[in-house]
């Protein structure tokens, strides 16, 4: 079992949809990060969080320490918004463990 | 965009070839992490470089290897390329620290044939 797995694997959306992607852990962490990777690789940061909820523009994530679970949401989904979405958790020093992705599809 | 340049973007191999990848730290970072990510994964940890010296390791083989120079920037070395080596190798600066945010490089494609 990962330490880190993400569902679904594989997200299909009509823009404008509501988008939720999970992630679980089940290791101790100091922080939880949400990254988006595009074609080509290139991995952008969209939060780092170790409680509560943060919100930018579209896009909030929450955290459960309690539970070990992080959700992102994308409110109004746009093309645009196609990518990989990965969550990866701070584990010791700062080292990150990733979940395996979730291939996000947004169709206009 | 981001401070964290890697070098070079994309590179062939034959296999039993060395190969050694570049990553320029964003300014002010001590710390360089380096992961492997093949074809439909997740990153994988390799190791961790701060302040010059090896700070964590992946389960990765001692062909691994790497460096933190005194400007830390590093450099990700592999010997002995074996075909399962073709990956993005991805570079991650950040300060060292629990709760500090880490950038990413835009990663060296590297294919071993």
């Known amino acids: 079992k990962n330490e880190v797995e993400q569902s679904p694997q594989n997200l299909t959306a009509q823009e404008g949809e509501f988008i939720t992607i999970n992630c679980s852990y089940s290791v101790g962490i100091s922080a939880l990060h949400w990254l988006q990777q595009h074609p080509g690789g290139g991995i952008v940061s969209l939060f780092m969080l170790s409680s509560g909820k943060k919100k930018h523009g579209r896009l909030i994530a929450t955290i459960n320490i309690q539970e070990k679970h992080s959700s992102l949401h994308i409110t109004a989904s746009h093309p645009r918004d196609s990518a990989v979405y990965i969550c990866a958790a701070r584990t010791s020093g700062s080292r990150l463990t990733f979940g395996e992705g979730t291939q996000l599809t947004v169709n206009p | 965009e981001t401070g964290v340049t890697?070098?070079?973007?994309?590179?062939?191999?034959?296999?039993?070839?060395?190969?050694?990848?570049?990553?320029?730290?964003?300014?002010?970072?001590?710390?360089?992490?380096?992961?492997?990510?093949?074809?439909?994964?997740?990153?994988?940890?390799?190791?961790?470089y701060y302040r010059e010296e090896e700070n964590g390791r992946g389960n990765f083989p001692?062909?691994?290897?790497?460096?933190?120079?005194?400007?830390?920037?590093?450099?990700?070395?592999?010997?002995?390329?074996e075909l399962d080596d073709s990956a993005l190798y991805l570079c991650a600066s950040s300060l060292d620290g629990y709760y500090t945010e880490a950038f990413f490089g835009q990663g060296t494609r590297l294919t071993v044939v």
């Open chain 2, 6 to 48: 890697q070098s070079p973007t994309h590179l062939i191999k034959t296999r039993g070839q060395q190969v050694t990848l570049r990553c320029s730290s964003q300014s002010g970072h001590n710390t360089v992490s380096w992961y492997q990510q093949a074809l439909g994964q997740g990153p994988q940890f390799i190791f961790q």
């Open chain 2, 62 to 81: 001692p062909r691994f290897s790497g460096l933190q120079f005194p400007n830390y920037s590093s450099e990700l070395n592999v010997n002995a390329l």
